[in-house]
């Protein structure tokens, strides 16, 4: 299947970046059905994609029709089978291998022939998620970036077993989504977050090291390097909680020092300094 013969999307998991992705989705046009584990979860997820849509309306990016076609596109469901006529599903469900697992081997029994199966984890092999299900040339990733809506890169994770055919279906299907995608290996944080997370921590290590503040470490790595984001700043955007998971998965693949969590982290973590989601991480909000 070529990406210009999507029609149908479906969406498995409409939390922080399901969400988004089917947001995404029906902005660009397809037709998309959301899955949660309840009809509440699947209701409060439409409510927060129409709520950012009304948001799109108020600050000129689309017209309030544009804003009601869209959200006409989005139907939810907790019953997989509805998934049966997608052309592609994307799983966010959590971040738990046997969870992921046991989603896409429910989804095979239920998908097309020549449906396309991505997983949207960060942290988790796409290979192992793949080698579960009958048909691994199937199964690629397809790693949105958090606010889904908001962030252009998308990775699209091929493992040794994915055809190119669904590797370059995923990636069609990411450009008509508005995205900017690129390919690569299955490795372990692909491209964005093996580079990314032994850099945070490095930049917090050095808090202690040089004894700087926040602001300051911040205010070092935008005025002196030019970043847009400070570090800090940008751990609290990413959430403590998720960065140290993330940090944790990295090192237990690659076991390199620089990817343990570094101790100032674990203890943010542990007394809920989350960052924004909680109000305060490294800063307040
Ligand atoms: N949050 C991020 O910054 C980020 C960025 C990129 C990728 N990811 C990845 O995306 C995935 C989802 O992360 P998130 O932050 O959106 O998590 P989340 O906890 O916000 O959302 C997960 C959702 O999945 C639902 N769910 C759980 N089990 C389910 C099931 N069996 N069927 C259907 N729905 C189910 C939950 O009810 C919840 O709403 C994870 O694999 C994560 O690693 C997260």
Not at 61 to 72: F, G, H, I, K, Q
Not at 102 to 117: C, D, K, P, S, T
Not at 170 to 181: T, V
Not at 240 to 266: F, K, N, Q, T
Request: hydrophobic share 40%; aromatic share 4%; with cysteine.
């Amino acid at each position: 299947m070529s990406a210009a013969e999507v029609r149908k999307v479906g969406v498995v998991g409409l939390g922080t970046m399901g969400a988004g992705i089917a947001q995404v989705c029906v902005q660009a046009g397809i037709e998309t059905v959301g899955h949660e584990v309840s009809e509440e979860l699947g209701e409060r997820a439409r409510e927060r994609i129409a709520h950012y849509l009304g948001r799109g309306v108020e600050k000129g990016r689309l017209t309030a029709e544009e804003r009601d076609a869209a959200l006409a596109r989005l139907t939810t469901t907790t019953d997989l089978a509805d998934l049966a006529d997608c052309d592609v599903v994307i799983e966010a469900i959590v971040e738990d291998p046997e969870a992921k697992r046991e989603i896409f081997r429910a989804l095979e029994e239920v998908v097309g022939e020549g449906a396309i199966l991505a997983t949207n984890t960060s942290a988790l092999s796409v290979t192992a998620i793949a080698q579960e299900t009958e048909r691994p040339e199937r199964v690629v990733g397809m790693h949105f970036f958090n606010p889904a809506p908001v962030l252009p890169l998308v990775e699209v994770v091929r493992t040794e077993l994915s055809s190119d055919e669904a590797v370059e279906a995923a990636y069609g299907l990411a450009d008509r989504l508005g995205k900017e995608p690129i390919r690569c290996n299955d490795t372990p944080g692909f491209v964005v977050n093996r580079i990314l997370i032994p850099l945070l921590n490095d930049c917090v290590r050095v808090l202690d090291e040089a004894g700087v503040s926040p602001e300051d470490l911040d205010k070092a790595m935008t005025r002196g390097v030019n970043w847009p984001i400070g570090p800090c700043a940008l751990i609290d955007l990413i959430g403590v909680d998720i960065h140290v998971h993330a940090s944790e998965a990295l090192h237990d693949a690659l076991g390199e020092p620089r990817m343990a969590p570094p101790e100032r982290l674990v203890r943010m973590r542990d007394e809920g300094l989350l960052g924004r989601k909680s109000g305060r991480g490294f800063f307040a909000y």
